[in-house]
C-alpha cells in the first residue's frame, strides 16, 4: 500500500524554483539576448509563468547544455 502512496508523490524537478533569462544565459554561457532567440525559435526548454514571464527550469538546461558539448583537449 505504501509503493502506491509514493506514486503520486511528484519528481523531485516539480519542486525544482524556476530561473529567469538572465540566469540561464549565464548557467549556460551565453548572452541573454541569444536565449531569447532560443525561446523565439523554440529551440530551448522553458515555460511562461503568467502569460508572459520566460522561466526555465535547471535540470532540464542541463541535458539541451550537455547536445552542445565539444571535447577540446589536444589528444581528443
Do not use: C
Amino acid at each position: 500500500m505504501a509503493s502506491s502512496a509514493l506514486a503520486n508523490v511528484p519528481k523531485p524537478e516539480a519542486f525544482e524554483k524556476p530561473v529567469d533569462v538572465k540566469t540561464a544565459a549565464r548557467f549556460l554561457g551565453i548572452s541573454p539576448s541569444l536565449v531569447y532567440a532560443y525561446v523565439e525559435r523554440k529551440q530551448i526548454p522553458h515555460f511562461r509563468m503568467m502569460g508572459r514571464a520566460i522561466r526555465f527550469h535547471l535540470s532540464e538546461l542541463e541535458p539541451w547544455r550537455q547536445q552542445f558539448h565539444v571535447n577540446g583537449g589536444i589528444n581528443g
